[in-house]
């Protein structure tokens, strides 16, 4: 029964996962098409420029982990093959690494 319920747990908690990170992922996109409108203001275009990579980036990051989510591998360090602890995973839900293989990685 205790496994049971720490199954319906966890398959909640990753539901609630998947939730947030498809609401930031629409919430990015949404962005990055305001971004990507033309200002017309040549002033603008550098800054413009890099808020459009970042953002780009949080998008490419957040599908990354949508992506480890339906395979299975979310949560796993990619590099060590440990498992990511979850205070990590609810500051940077879409962690890779570890915190020790994060800081090797650079």
Not at 19 to 28: K, M, R
């Amino acid at each position: 029964m205790t496994t049971d319920l720490r199954g319906a747990a966890d398959q909640q908690r990753t539901e609630q996962l998947r939730a947030t990170l498809t609401t930031e992922f629409e919430a990015q996109t949404a962005r990055l098409t305001e971004l990507t409108a033309d200002t017309g203001d040549p002033g603008e275009a550098h800054t413009q420029a890099a808020l459009i990579a970042a953002t780009r980036q949080s998008l490419a990051q957040i599908g990354d982990a949508l992506r480890r989510l339906a395979e299975g591998s979310y949560g796993i360090c990619e590099r060590c093959d440990a498992p990511i602890p979850a205070e990590r995973l609810e500051i940077l839900p879409h962690a890779r690494f570890c915190v020790p293989c994060q800081q090797k990685q650079g």
